[in-house]
């Protein structure tokens, strides 16, 4: 029972510091205007930088580029003025050059403020947004433009079709690469096939087939003779002395042959 009560504590004990947190953060508050100086200070700049003093800031080392921020008295890094600087140039490149702005709306979140304002530039408007940290240091900017729901239709079909369209090629290629392969044994065994005899060649081995086998001359073979005569005399069970084998012909018709 004490532990179940001791839990209980524990869980209470929580909650409320989450709650006294969560109060906290949302009852913090910031100079809204101090803010607005700061956002002020990045428009007016940037709207009057050419590329080319943009680019001079790329080319700092960071300590440079931190002293330099620091003497212009807003807080903010050299490494998140950079990321600003990328982020100017590209609503600029999407929305066109930059005009004017309006009213600043401020909303506090977890992280810290957020300002927000409407932008006109010469090709279309957008939204410009500051965010801020829990110290007041500015940390981004972005800047959305607004489109049409047209627009946004035809954004998102010209994706879809391009992605769509890239799959259906890839899947294409690939079958065009597996039915070449039926090719490949083909190819291989036409490689692997031993070169065919010269016409010379087979011309001599004709002529060698076709060449009748010359006989051979055994009328005065000695040796034959007289094995021919032990075989007789050894048949008749007599001596081979009395045998003389005069001559030796084959017949056609001998099937030892």
């Given at each position: 029972m004490k532990k179940k009560i001791s839990l209980l504590g524990?869980?209470?004990?929580?909650?409320?510091?989450?709650?006294?947190?969560?109060?906290?953060?949302?009852?913090?508050?910031?100079?809204?205007?101090?803010?607005?100086?700061y956002a002020d200070f990045i428009i007016q700049n940037f709207s009057m930088m050419s590329e080319t003093q943009m680019e001079s800031f790329q080319d700092m080392s960071e300590l440079e580029l931190d002293l330099t921020m620091l003497n212009?008295?807003?807080?903010?890094?050299?490494?998140?003025?950079?990321?600003?600087?990328?982020?100017?140039?590209?609503?600029?490149?999407?929305?066109?050059?930059?005009?004017?702005y309006g009213e600043y709306?401020?909303?506090?979140?977890?992280?810290?403020?957020?300002?927000?304002?409407?932008?006109?530039?010469?090709?279309?408007?957008?939204?410009?947004?500051?965010?801020?940290d829990e110290k007041s240091?500015?940390?981004s900017l972005t800047i959305s433009a607004d489109y049409t729901i047209g627009e946004i239709l035809q954004k998102a079909g010209l994706n879809t079709v391009l992605g769509m369209g890239t799959t259906f090629v890839v899947l294409i290629f690939l079958s065009f690469i597996i039915w070449?392969?039926?090719?490949?044994?083909?190819?291989?065994?036409?490689?692997?096939?031993?070169?065919?005899?010269?016409?010379?060649?087979?011309?001599?081995?004709?002529?060698?087939?076709?060449?009748?086998?010359?006989?051979?001359?055994?009328t005065n073979d000695t040796e034959l003779a007289a094995v021919i005569a032990a075989a007789v005399a050894a048949s008749e069970g007599t001596s081979p002395d009395g045998f003389v084998v005069r001559s030796i012909k084959r017949r056609k018709s001998n099937k030892w042959n």
């Open positions: 524990l869980v209470l004990i929580l909650a409320l510091g989450l709650f006294t947190g969560c109060s906290k953060s949302d009852t913090t508050e910031y100079d809204q205007a101090q803010l607005e100086q212009t008295g807003v807080p903010i890094s050299g490494e998140n003025f950079l990321t600003m600087i990328d982020a100017w140039n590209s609503g600029i490149e999407e929305c066109g050059v930059f005009v004017d709306t401020m909303k506090v979140t977890n992280d810290g403020p957020v300002l927000t304002t409407e932008v006109n530039f010469a090709d279309r408007d957008g939204t410009m947004e500051f965010a801020f240091n500015m940390e070449l392969l039926k090719f490949i044994p083909v190819l291989e065994k036409k490689f692997r096939k031993s070169p065919e005899p010269s016409a010379e060649v087979q011309k001599t081995a004709s002529a060698a087939e076709s060449a009748p086998v010359a006989e051979e001359d055994v």
